[in-house]
């Protein structure tokens, strides 16, 4: 399986670290937006192979989604996987050292080389295997250069380009600039393997994986009805942040969506108490078990502190299910904005807004227009900076 350090320098190419399924459904234009899976018949599915890991076992798991773990023993550098699942299901099989590889189930013996990649099966196997390899070159050559950072220095790096510390020197820049040379390797790479299997389940892999870091264009061309991979099990995330960044995209330039909140107090409040009013608002949308959400709370606390004075108001709004577990947060990290809190469901404030993935913050003008949302720390610093140097 990946190292943790494997799945940082992987992940980072998605636009939300963290997306969370949060919404059942989403209405678009008045009419309510569903995901219907089509799940195939189960059938048996059998895969050998060799490899040189020094384990004893190979780990099968299903993808996209994940699901439970069952391990096959490694004999003289072989191994043989077999289950029953449905057809087309993805799942992966990996050695404990670093080679994963995913595979579709279907009723053609495959045989693989989990090393180099090597393998026999049906037309759609071998090119799903394919589009990996030329995934796993470039990773190739990302994560040494990755790993040869420390923790701390790969935070700073990620922040630096995320927007969140300044580039100080020279080495930084070179820094960002490779990183995100590299992200961009990644993007292209998961955009070809999209694109040359139009006319198969593939892309159901390729999207449930790399949604975030689609263009609206993008999303447009590949997310249609008629796909052959729409219905698809693992689409179901896929639709679900396709509808609600729809919904955002809709409600941009329109009056904000009222809604009800509770108060740390307990008392209820409304969004309208704030917006409207002739300043602008900052909705951060949140959670305290979000670990990218507490991370941007020092870029938050920023942000608060340069244009509390100048006309903006913050009001973070926590999907904390746990009352407590809000309550603790906003102590702990000495949170001094306006905290409300709307449980994920339903009719909260995450659906009215199309949220789906978290932290999210959406930007309303003095006059209760919605300016922006799903806005990038970069994008709201640039964002901020140019409208407050108007307003000077």
């Not at 495959?110 to 090393?115: H, K």
């Not at 992200?183 to 006319?199: C, F, G, H, Q, S």
């Not at 993935?357 to 300016?371: E, F, K, Q, R, S």
Request: proline share 5%.
């Amino acid at each position: 399986m990946r190292t943790v350090k494997q799945k940082t320098i992987v992940t980072t190419m998605n636009k939300k670290t963290i997306i969370s399924l949060l919404i059942s459904f989403v209405a678009i234009s008045g009419q309510a937006q569903t995901f219907t899976p089509v799940v195939e018949d189960s059938i048996d599915f059998v895969v050998t192979g060799t490899t040189t890991s020094k384990s004893d076992s190979v780990a099968s798991t299903p993808c996209a989604p994940y699901g439970q773990r069952v391990k096959f023993p490694i004999k003289n550098g072989r191994f043989t996987v077999t289950g029953r699942m449905p057809r087309n299901t993805f799942f992966q099989i990996g050695d404990y050292e670093g080679n994963d590889l995913r595979f579709i189930a279907d009723e053609v013996p495959t045989e693989i080389n989990l090393v180099t990649g090597e393998m026999k099966g049906s037309e759609v196997q071998e090119q799903f295997i394919r589009c990996q390899m030329r995934e796993r070159e470039i990773h190739k050559m990302v994560i040494p250069w990755w790993e040869s950072f420390s923790e701390e220095e790969q935070t700073r790096i990620q922040k630096m380009r995320n927007g969140d510390q300044q580039i100080l020197t020279a080495k930084d820049s070179a820094n960002v600039a490779k990183f995100n040379g590299h992200m961009a390797e990644i993007v292209a790479a998961n955009l070809m393997n999209i694109r040359e299997n139009l006319d198969n389940v593939i892309p159901a892999y390729f999207l449930y994986t790399g949604m975030s870091s689609l263009t609206d264009e993008q999303m447009n061309e590949f997310m249609r009805e008629d796909a052959p991979y729409a219905h698809h099990p693992a689409m179901e995330r896929p639709w679900k942040q396709y509808y609600s960044i729809k919904k955002q995209r809709a409600i941009t330039g329109k009056t904000f969506i009222d809604f009800e909140a509770e108060a740390p107090d307990g008392t209820k409040h409304h969004l309208s108490e704030y917006a409207g009013h002739g300043q602008y608002v900052l909705i951060d949308f949140w959670a305290s078990w979000c670990g990218p959400c507490i991370g941007s709370m020092p870029f938050m606390k920023q942000v608060y502190n340069d244009y509390k004075d100048r006309g903006l108001h913050i009001v973070g709004v926590s999907c904390d299910k746990d009352r407590n577990a809000w309550l603790k947060a906003i102590d702990k990290h000495q949170l001094p904005w306006t905290a409300l809190l709307s449980p994920a469901g339903k009719g909260n404030a995450l659906d009215l807004y199309g949220v789906y993935g978290i932290p999210t913050v959406i930007l309303i003008a003095p006059n209760g227009t919605i300016i922006a949302t799903d806005m990038e720390s970069k994008e709201l610093k640039t964002k901020l900076e140019e409208i407050f140097n108007d307003n000077k």
